[in-house]
Protein backbone atom coordinates (compact mmCIF):
# COMPACT_ATOMS: atom_id res chain seq x y z
CA UNK A 1 0.00 0.00 0.00
CA UNK A 2 2.83 2.60 0.98
CA UNK A 3 4.72 1.58 -2.23
CA UNK A 4 2.13 2.33 -3.82
CA UNK A 5 1.25 5.54 -2.51
CA UNK A 6 4.77 6.52 -3.31
CA UNK A 7 4.84 5.27 -7.07
CA UNK A 8 1.51 6.75 -7.21
CA UNK A 9 3.30 10.65 -5.83
CA UNK A 10 6.21 10.45 -7.68
CA UNK A 11 4.27 10.13 -11.51
CA UNK A 12 2.13 12.66 -10.27
CA UNK A 13 5.08 14.81 -9.95
CA UNK A 14 7.01 13.75 -12.88
CA UNK A 15 3.60 14.64 -15.07
CA UNK A 16 3.67 17.98 -13.25
CA UNK A 17 7.03 18.68 -14.15
CA UNK A 18 6.60 17.42 -17.64
CA UNK A 19 3.86 19.60 -17.80
CA UNK A 20 5.16 22.93 -16.51
CA UNK A 21 8.27 22.12 -18.89
CA UNK A 22 6.19 21.73 -21.98
CA UNK A 23 4.27 25.34 -20.87
CA UNK A 24 7.36 26.70 -20.36
CA UNK A 25 8.67 25.40 -24.11
CA UNK A 26 5.22 25.91 -25.90
CA UNK A 27 2.83 28.02 -23.84
CA UNK A 28 -0.21 25.96 -25.01
CA UNK A 29 -2.00 26.91 -21.96
CA UNK A 30 -1.29 30.31 -22.07
CA UNK A 31 -2.02 29.92 -25.97
CA UNK A 32 -5.99 28.48 -25.17
CA UNK A 33 -6.61 30.99 -22.23
CA UNK A 34 -5.09 33.99 -24.45
CA UNK A 35 -8.15 32.70 -26.99
CA UNK A 36 -11.07 32.77 -24.20
CA UNK A 37 -10.19 36.24 -23.17
CA UNK A 38 -9.13 35.02 -19.49
CA UNK A 39 -5.82 36.01 -19.85
CA UNK A 40 -3.64 38.60 -21.79
CA UNK A 41 -0.74 36.52 -23.29
CA UNK A 42 2.59 37.93 -23.24
CA UNK A 43 3.62 38.81 -27.03
CA UNK A 44 7.09 36.98 -26.38
CA UNK A 45 5.31 33.59 -25.88
CA UNK A 46 3.06 33.64 -29.30
CA UNK A 47 4.05 30.88 -31.64
CA UNK A 48 4.62 33.46 -34.81
CA UNK A 49 6.89 36.26 -32.69
CA UNK A 50 9.85 35.89 -33.87
CA UNK A 51 8.78 35.50 -37.78
CA UNK A 52 6.59 38.03 -37.00
CA UNK A 53 9.68 39.88 -35.94
CA UNK A 54 11.89 38.80 -38.65
CA UNK A 55 9.08 40.17 -41.38
CA UNK A 56 8.95 43.61 -39.98
CA UNK A 57 13.12 43.59 -40.00
CA UNK A 58 13.16 42.22 -43.58
CA UNK A 59 10.55 44.98 -44.71
CA UNK A 60 12.45 47.70 -42.93
CA UNK A 61 15.70 46.94 -44.26
CA UNK A 62 14.44 47.20 -47.67
CA UNK A 63 14.22 50.94 -46.93
CA UNK A 64 11.47 50.73 -49.40
CA UNK A 65 8.47 53.35 -50.22
CA UNK A 66 5.05 51.87 -50.92
CA UNK A 67 2.48 52.86 -52.57
CA UNK A 68 0.10 50.29 -51.53
CA UNK A 69 0.02 47.93 -48.30
CA UNK A 70 -3.05 45.18 -48.69
CA UNK A 71 -3.53 43.93 -45.14
CA UNK A 72 -5.62 41.38 -44.25
CA UNK A 73 -6.42 37.38 -43.53
CA UNK A 74 -6.17 34.32 -46.15
CA UNK A 75 -8.61 36.41 -48.85
CA UNK A 76 -5.58 38.96 -49.24
CA UNK A 77 -2.77 36.69 -48.49
CA UNK A 78 -3.97 34.52 -51.50
CA UNK A 79 -4.31 38.18 -53.92
CA UNK A 80 -1.48 39.39 -56.29
CA UNK A 81 -2.93 42.88 -57.23
CA UNK A 82 0.64 43.76 -58.18
CA UNK A 83 -0.22 42.05 -61.32
CA UNK A 84 -2.95 44.60 -62.31
CA UNK A 85 -1.28 47.65 -61.31
CA UNK A 86 2.21 47.00 -62.47
CA UNK A 87 3.05 50.72 -61.99
CA UNK A 88 2.39 50.97 -58.58
CA UNK A 89 4.93 49.60 -55.53
CA UNK A 90 2.50 46.97 -53.85
CA UNK A 91 2.44 45.25 -50.29
CA UNK A 92 0.59 42.21 -49.37
CA UNK A 93 0.22 41.77 -45.61
CA UNK A 94 -1.70 39.01 -45.31
CA UNK A 95 -1.92 35.75 -43.05
CA UNK A 96 -4.28 33.49 -43.39
CA UNK A 97 -6.18 32.43 -40.24
CA UNK A 98 -5.96 36.14 -38.87
CA UNK A 99 -8.67 37.97 -37.25
CA UNK A 100 -8.78 41.98 -36.28
CA UNK A 101 -6.98 41.13 -32.86
CA UNK A 102 -4.40 39.94 -34.86
CA UNK A 103 -3.68 42.31 -37.42
CA UNK A 104 -3.78 44.65 -34.57
CA UNK A 105 -0.30 43.04 -33.46
CA UNK A 106 1.18 43.03 -36.61
CA UNK A 107 0.68 46.97 -36.92
CA UNK A 108 4.27 46.90 -36.41
CA UNK A 109 4.88 45.51 -39.61
CA UNK A 110 2.40 47.73 -41.78
CA UNK A 111 4.34 50.45 -39.91
CA UNK A 112 7.47 49.01 -41.46
CA UNK A 113 6.32 49.00 -44.90
CA UNK A 114 5.40 52.95 -44.06
CA UNK A 115 2.72 52.55 -46.95
CA UNK A 116 0.85 55.72 -48.63
CA UNK A 117 -2.40 53.99 -48.71
CA UNK A 118 -3.63 50.62 -46.42
CA UNK A 119 -6.09 48.29 -47.07
CA UNK A 120 -8.22 46.45 -44.87
CA UNK A 121 -9.75 43.62 -45.20
CA UNK A 122 -11.06 41.08 -41.59
CA UNK A 123 -14.14 39.64 -40.73
CA UNK A 124 -14.05 35.46 -42.10
CA UNK A 125 -12.22 34.33 -38.82
CA UNK A 126 -13.54 36.56 -36.73
CA UNK A 127 -17.10 36.44 -37.07
CA UNK A 128 -17.17 32.89 -36.53
CA UNK A 129 -15.67 33.06 -32.36
CA UNK A 130 -17.12 36.87 -31.75
CA UNK A 131 -20.25 39.11 -31.89
CA UNK A 132 -20.57 41.39 -34.65
CA UNK A 133 -20.26 43.99 -31.58
CA UNK A 134 -17.00 43.01 -30.52
CA UNK A 135 -15.95 43.12 -34.10
CA UNK A 136 -16.72 46.73 -34.94
CA UNK A 137 -14.76 47.50 -31.95
CA UNK A 138 -11.69 45.46 -32.80
CA UNK A 139 -12.18 47.38 -36.40
CA UNK A 140 -11.87 50.44 -34.59
CA UNK A 141 -9.35 49.85 -32.64
CA UNK A 142 -7.10 48.84 -35.44
CA UNK A 143 -8.02 51.89 -37.33
CA UNK A 144 -6.91 53.71 -34.56
CA UNK A 145 -3.33 52.22 -34.11
CA UNK A 146 -2.88 52.65 -37.83
CA UNK A 147 -3.72 56.59 -37.14
CA UNK A 148 -1.54 56.68 -34.58
CA UNK A 149 1.57 54.78 -36.02
CA UNK A 150 1.01 56.23 -39.77
CA UNK A 151 -0.42 59.29 -39.05
CA UNK A 152 0.27 60.45 -42.97
CA UNK A 153 -1.48 57.19 -44.76
CA UNK A 154 -4.70 57.08 -45.82
CA UNK A 155 -7.04 53.78 -44.78
CA UNK A 156 -9.17 52.26 -46.94
CA UNK A 157 -11.87 49.58 -45.02
CA UNK A 158 -12.87 47.12 -48.00
CA UNK A 159 -15.99 45.36 -47.26
CA UNK A 160 -16.17 41.85 -46.13
CA UNK A 161 -16.86 39.58 -48.97
CA UNK A 162 -19.89 37.04 -49.24
CA UNK A 163 -19.53 33.33 -49.14
CA UNK A 164 -21.78 30.22 -49.78
CA UNK A 165 -22.88 27.00 -48.54
CA UNK A 166 -19.56 25.22 -49.47
CA UNK A 167 -18.36 26.80 -46.89
CA UNK A 168 -19.38 24.63 -44.50
CA UNK A 169 -18.58 25.19 -40.77
CA UNK A 170 -16.59 27.96 -41.89
CA UNK A 171 -19.20 29.66 -43.66
CA UNK A 172 -20.37 33.10 -41.49
CA UNK A 173 -24.38 33.63 -42.42
CA UNK A 174 -25.26 36.03 -45.40
CA UNK A 175 -26.99 38.43 -42.84
CA UNK A 176 -24.43 38.76 -40.67
CA UNK A 177 -21.86 39.92 -43.31
CA UNK A 178 -24.49 42.39 -44.33
CA UNK A 179 -24.74 43.93 -40.62
CA UNK A 180 -20.92 43.64 -40.12
CA UNK A 181 -20.58 45.42 -43.31
CA UNK A 182 -23.07 47.86 -42.48
CA UNK A 183 -21.66 48.57 -39.15
CA UNK A 184 -18.27 49.33 -40.75
CA UNK A 185 -19.43 51.45 -43.51
CA UNK A 186 -21.01 53.79 -40.38
CA UNK A 187 -17.60 53.04 -38.72
CA UNK A 188 -15.51 54.18 -41.62
CA UNK A 189 -17.29 57.72 -41.85
CA UNK A 190 -17.39 58.41 -37.81
CA UNK A 191 -13.72 57.74 -38.41
CA UNK A 192 -13.28 59.77 -41.40
CA UNK A 193 -11.62 56.63 -43.53
CA UNK A 194 -12.55 55.03 -46.93
CA UNK A 195 -14.95 52.58 -47.39
CA UNK A 196 -15.05 50.81 -50.05
CA UNK A 197 -17.50 48.01 -51.39
CA UNK A 198 -15.94 44.64 -52.17
CA UNK A 199 -19.03 42.45 -51.57
CA UNK A 200 -21.36 43.62 -54.28
CA UNK A 201 -18.98 42.79 -56.97
CA UNK A 202 -18.89 39.23 -55.46
CA UNK A 203 -22.24 38.46 -54.85
CA UNK A 204 -25.52 37.05 -56.14
CA UNK A 205 -28.69 36.85 -54.16
CA UNK A 206 -26.60 37.92 -51.14
CA UNK A 207 -24.42 34.75 -51.54
CA UNK A 208 -20.73 33.86 -53.03
CA UNK A 209 -20.95 33.65 -56.85
CA UNK A 210 -20.10 30.14 -57.65
CA UNK A 211 -17.64 30.32 -60.38
CA UNK A 212 -15.34 32.93 -58.75
CA UNK A 213 -14.38 30.21 -55.69
CA UNK A 214 -13.94 26.29 -55.36
CA UNK A 215 -14.52 26.61 -51.14
CA UNK A 216 -17.19 28.63 -50.93
CA UNK A 217 -14.98 30.96 -48.74
CA UNK A 218 -11.57 31.37 -50.64
CA UNK A 219 -11.35 33.22 -54.29
CA UNK A 220 -9.82 31.38 -57.32
CA UNK A 221 -6.87 33.19 -58.61
CA UNK A 222 -8.70 34.51 -61.74
CA UNK A 223 -11.58 35.94 -59.70
CA UNK A 224 -9.08 38.42 -57.90
CA UNK A 225 -9.62 41.09 -61.00
CA UNK A 226 -13.22 41.84 -59.45
CA UNK A 227 -11.74 43.04 -56.49
CA UNK A 228 -8.75 44.79 -58.18
CA UNK A 229 -11.91 46.27 -60.90
CA UNK A 230 -13.54 47.12 -57.38
CA UNK A 231 -10.87 49.01 -55.63
CA UNK A 232 -10.03 50.69 -59.01
CA UNK A 233 -7.44 53.57 -59.87
CA UNK A 234 -10.12 55.84 -58.07
CA UNK A 235 -8.97 54.27 -54.90
CA UNK A 236 -5.66 52.93 -55.57
CA UNK A 237 -4.28 56.49 -57.19
CA UNK A 238 -7.26 59.06 -55.07
CA UNK A 239 -5.13 62.13 -53.88
CA UNK A 240 -1.91 60.93 -54.66
Known sequence: MFISLVVSLLLNVVLIYLLVMSERMNHSIEIALDKRGLVQMNEK????????????????????QYDVAFFGNSLTYNSDFQRYYPDLTIINLGVSGNTLKDMRRRISTLVAANPKKVFIMAGANDLLIESIDEY????????NNIKKFLPMTRIYVQSMLPMNASAGYKQVPSNTIIEANRRIRILSEKMNVTYVDIFSSY????????????????LIPDSYCIWGDAVSYTHLRAHE
Open 45 to 64: HRPDYRMQQGWTNSIEKQHK
Open 203 to 218: AIADTLKSDVSDDGLH
Open 136 to 143: EEDYMNVI
